[in-house]
T-cell receptor, first 114, second 114 residues
Framework: SQQGEEDPQALSIQEGENATMNCSYK?????LQWYRQNSGRGLVHLIL?????REKHSGRLRVTLDTSKKSSSLLITASRAADTASYFC??????????????FGTGTLLAVQP | EAGVTQFPSHSVIEKGQTVTLRCDPI?????LYWYRRVMGKEIKFLLH????????ESGMPNNRFLAERTGGTYSTLKVQPAELEDSGVYFC????????????FGPGTRLTVT
């Protein structure tokens, strides 16, 4: 079954505005990460938050994690046209950790209009 | 430091043909993962190598897919014979020993089966 689900599926904003994307997951996790994919390119790692952390910042990115609700949010402040991309959350599950495979959601397509 | 590289970037083949995808991980990364994204759906795990050994191949869809990592360096993923539903983007990722969840992704290979 799908582990991560993101909403909204698509988001269009103006440059300078903030963008918020949400992710929900189903099972216990070790870590949650956010990735960005620009059109035709690979996945770029943005930020990792551990299961015992509640909030983390990196530049214009702010990630929150609520393990009781099994959800996370990614906030991009002062968005730029270059932020236009698909954003994915990915979790690595808590069972044994032998694999640490990542389980991805379907992603949010963000379009920042100049 | 060179990132994860994948070859080819795009492959178009006919149903029934064979295709081999290649991934070169970051030097020193023992962990190598294959993922794929089919038809705009979520990115799904295929398998995980630790050096030359298959740690987890639970995500491999069927026996038409064969992955190898001889010598523990680069990896290949062969699809034989290819079917229409195999079309998608195949990503490779690698990570360092001890930090398997911090995965660095390649640009992906877009496979189109006609």
């Amino acid at each position: 079954s799908q582990q991560g689900e993101e909403d909204p599926q698509a988001l269009s904003i103006q440059e300078g505005e903030n963008a918020t994307m949400n992710c929900s997951y189903k099972t216990s996790i070790n870590n949650l990460q956010w990735y960005r994919q620009n059109s035709g390119r690979g996945l770029v790692h943005l930020i990792l938050i551990r299961s015992n952390e509640r909030e983390k910042h990196s530049g214009r990115l702010r990630v929150t994690l609520d393990t009781s609700k099994k959800s996370s949010s990614l906030l991009i402040t002062a968005s730029r046209a270059a932020d236009t991309a698909s954003y994915f959350c990915a979790t690595d599950a808590g069972y044994g950790g032998a694999t640490n495979k990542l389980i991805f959601g379907t992603g949010t397509l963000l379009a920042v209009q100049p | 430091e060179a990132g994860v590289t994948q070859f080819p970037s795009h492959s178009v083949i006919e149903k029934g043909q064979t295709v081999t995808l290649r991934c070169d991980p970051i030097s020193g990364h023992d962990n190598l993962y294959w993922y794929r994204r089919v038809m705009g759906k979520e990115i799904k795990f295929l398998l995980h190598f630790v050096k030359e050994s298959k740690q987890d191949e639970s995500g491999m869809p069927n026996n038409r897919f064969l992955a190898e990592r001889t010598g523990g360096t680069y990896s290949t993923l062969k699809v034989q014979p290819a079917e229409l539903e195999d079309s998608g983007v195949y990503f490779c990722a690698s990570s360092r020993p001890g930090v398997p969840y911090e995965q660095y992704f390649g640009p992906g290979t877009r496979l189109t089966v006609t």
